[in-house]
Nanobody
Framework: QVQLVESGGGLVQAEGSLRLSCAVS????????MGWFRQAPGKEREFVAVIHWSGGTTYYADSVKGRFTISRDNAKNTVSLQMNSLKPEDTAIYYC??????????????????WGQGTQVTVSS
């Protein structure tokens, strides 16, 4: 069983910044990519970013590219999401996610099997 615990959400004004963190336990963290997703009220959970198990490759949703940065620390079993230039449309519950297969680089929700409890991010205009 894999446990994921997010932290760092909150309320911020537009153009502000937040940093989310996710602590992972229960699996060999360094063999797996890690993803971030978000779900706004009334909408489907959507992909935000993913980072390769080595940390050398990252992918972002077009809506956050250039504003968000995903990173990881394999020594501490943590993955982070630095969010800059936040917009009201970034308001959502943010989830970190652990994929089914090691050494893959998944970008779709169905490829992830473990999820954190979510952390609320609210951006006011």
């Amino acid at each position: 069983q894999v446990q994921l615990v997010e932290s760092g959400g909150g309320l911020v004004q537009a153009e502000g910044s937040l940093r989310l963190s996710c602590a992972v336990s229960g699996r060999t963290f360094s063999r797996y990519a890690m993803g971030w997703f978000r779900q706004a009220p009334g909408k489907e959970r959507e992909f935000v970013a993913v980072i390769h198990w080595s940390g050398g490759t990252t992918y972002y949703a077009d809506s956050v590219k250039g504003r968000f940065t995903i990173s990881r620390d394999n020594a501490k079993n943590t993955v982070s999401l630095q969010m800059n230039s936040l917009k009201p449309e970034d308001t959502a519950i943010y989830y970190c996610a652990f994929p089914q297969y090691a050494f893959a680089l998944p970008t779709t929700r169905g490829e992830y099997v473990y999820w954190g409890q979510g952390t609320q991010v609210t951006v006011s205009s």
